[in-house]
């Protein structure tokens, strides 16, 4: 049984080469009252990480010099599993529409480009964390039915 | 003089020709049997001359006799006075005169005459004396002697008698002579029938052999000179001129004379034509042209296939043509080649051929297989072209067009790259500026305004960007554009709408002119991107509580939108810089702040969607700027104000309790329907079975108003189950759903399906199905 938590217990990977822009998050974050946040500027050690951490969301830069974003955002789906619902919203400077249909054919919850408002990045990351909040408690309604 | 005849005679026609043949052997024939019969009439008179002359010499001698006897018997009687003396005598005085008068009719000679005359006379006389004598001897009686004048008549008788004799014997002379000279002549005109008979027989023959000798010079010779002449016009030999009558013959001849020359003259065209034709394949250079006998040998060679190849024509007629390839398998890909000839008449490739030095080139070949009439393969002609510098370029043009793709893409790439390059980092500087800003309360007033113009700032390089990029990616051709059929109304409406704030901001009014709405095709988002744009421009250079005016209308066949601002208008000098990247009129430069790319971006974008953008000043004359931009039509003539009006229908199912049987394995499917049922047919109860076999038996207890049936069920094949559907419930109508649109095409309608729809289904699609099929069912 996996006990109730609030919205702002949820664990956030954020994922970006930058680490102004991992900055820009944690602080927003922050000033959401997300306590649980965790920064990684190197992609490679993503689904180690993942692993480790167990994140409720992640947040998934596209465009890093050392890895295809695709490629990673397919594998982060895929280590997730189909039985499994951890949102991942991808972070894009990336403002084509192929970008777009892309990300969100390979998995990804949501897409924000960046620069990014960030009351609207706020605001998305409250929804996907809200999923994430609602499949739990249906998964504990199923375990304990 | 015989030239002339002879000229005569060889235009006389045929028939006369025949007739003369024929006639001369006949003349002379009839000329014959006239001539003998002219003989013989001679020669019959002539022996009638010698028989009457004959029988003239009798009478007379007859005449003498009866006188004679006579004159003995009356000598006789004057001796013995016995009667029966007296017959001679009696006899004579009897025949005597018939025969002198018979005499005198044949006689015709005139000496003889007058013998006759003369024997008559005496004969008389001889007759008187006898009577004469007699009537003394009466009357003397016995006593002759003693009466004298017996004496003197017995002298004067005799003198009579030898005067008769005498005059007989003269006649008979001339009798004689005459009969001679008869004979003679006879003899003579004998002699002439055998001579005359001769020379007609001579002539006859004489004659023949000239009529042949006629018909053999005028007619056999000819003609046997005109089969010679016949002859050497099969050999195709010209035939001399020469005189010729006028005849059949000589027609023929002149006929023939004219074929000979119409052939010469011909003949003469063909060798010209064929002349001209060779030289001009000969002299053909920038194709070599040649010929190839049915194994492949090179049997002729022009001047543009010497100058290609490298090969003089003595120097390759009679070699293999698998020379000109090559690489070891020559021989086999070129007989590869002519197999392909003979196979399809004629045969196509490109490739590398070698030239008499040794060099490659690039051929275009041409091989066509030549067959005579009868379709016997009489060998080859091969064109080939050196197409080398052709394909050079045709490399260079691929080569360029690579790397034209490669620039493209490495283009492609660094716009990508470029934007999240010059993204990342002023994400970062307007994340923390936002925060900043919402953290204000506790800064300074300074410092509270230049996280404003940090924030206002990055905005604006922001716009910036994209809209380099956006200009970057149209130019790159990678702004993909999803042309639709657009209702410009609607979409000047959102402009409008859109637009209004900052026009309030300004005192602005907008003025829209929503009297046409054409519908155009183009992207809808790059359409309204082009109408705020220059909405903004319109605005933005207005004067304070000005007017800006939007307008469309259709114009040969293209739509144009104005937008019209009561600024101050635009230098006409400066109008042709307006679209130029970074131009910002000097008079509105000073309070606006675009990022001066508005206009060459809305360029593009309506250049991208084959349209056209311009300024003109406005056509009224006041001051101020109208910008207009063209855009096509679209081709569907239907207007989105049917749209509305189709879904409004009300679909009769709608209306009615309805029992829909759903026979389908697939869950997605399965749900799908129901959707759509439940939102369409608020009254219809949906009954699904996943099996043939249960879905036949729902139908049973159910009674469904329709069925839908999928054809690919897990126990059944649904082919069955429309047949088993169609016996039991005839009227029941069934649409069929498949996923093979390959299946989609078969006649199910003879087979009792309502419709076939295929998967995925098509809502609309299945609305329409459901509707025919229950509205079919209710009439």
Sequence with gaps: ?145 | MVRGIANWWANRPLATKGLVVVAVPLLIFLGSVAALYAISRQESRAEQDVRLTIAIQNDVNEVHALLAEASSGVRGYLLTGEPRFLEPYQRAEQLVPQVTRRLRGAIRDAEASAHLARIEALAGQKREGLSVLLAARRRTGADIVADPTIAAGLAANKQVLDALRGEIERMQERERELLAARQDRLNEVRRNGLFVTGLLTLAGLVGSLFAVFLFSSGIVRRVQRLERDAVLLAQGEALPEREVGRDEIGLLAVRMTEASALLRAREQALREGEERFRLVIEGVRDYGIFALDPQGHVVSWNTGAERIKGWKAEEIVGRHFSTFYPGDDARERSMRNLADAVRDGRTEDEGWRIRKDGTLFWANVVITALRDEGGELRGFSKVTRDITERRRAQEALEHARQEAEEASTAKSVFLSRMSHELRTPLNAILGFAQLMELDRSGRAGSEAASIDQILRAGRHLLALIDEVLDIARIEAGKLGMDIIPVPLGETMSEAVGLSLPEAESQRIAIIQNVGHQPVVAADRRRLLQVLLNLLSNAIKYNRPGGEVAISAAVRDGRARVEVTDTGIGVDPEQAGDLFQPFTRLAAGAARTEGTGLGLSLSRALVEAMGGAIGYTPRADGLEGACFWFELPLAAQTSTPEQVPAKAARAWPAASRRLTILLIEDNLANAQLIEAVAARHWPRAHIVNAMQASLGLNLALRHRPDLVLLDLHLPDKDGDWVLEQLARAYPDLPVILLTADALAAQADWASRGAAAVLTKPIDVAALLEAVDAALGERAQ
């Design chain 1, 1 to 145: 049984m996996i006990p109730p938590r609030s919205a702002t217990d949820a664990r956030i990977l954020a994922i970006d080469d930058e680490p102004a822009n991992l900055a820009l998050i944690s602080a927003v974050l922050l000033r959401e009252g997300y306590s649980q946040v965790e920064t990684l500027t190197d992609p490679r050690q993503a689904t180690e990480r993942h692993l480790a951490f167990g994140p409720d969301l992640v947040l998934l830069d596209l465009m890093m010099p050392s890895i295809d974003g695709y490629a990673l955002l397919d594998s982060l789906g895929r280590l997730i599993g189909p039985d499994d619902l951890v949102p991942i919203m991808v972070l894009t400077a990336d403002t084509s529409i192929e970008a777009k249909r892309r990300a969100l054919a390979l998995g990804a919850r949501d897409i924000v480009t960046k620069p990014f408002d960030v009351f609207e990045f706020a605001l998305r990351v409250a929804n996907l964390v809200e999923l994430r909040m609602m499949f739990q408690r249906v998964k504990a309604a199923a375990a304990l039915s």
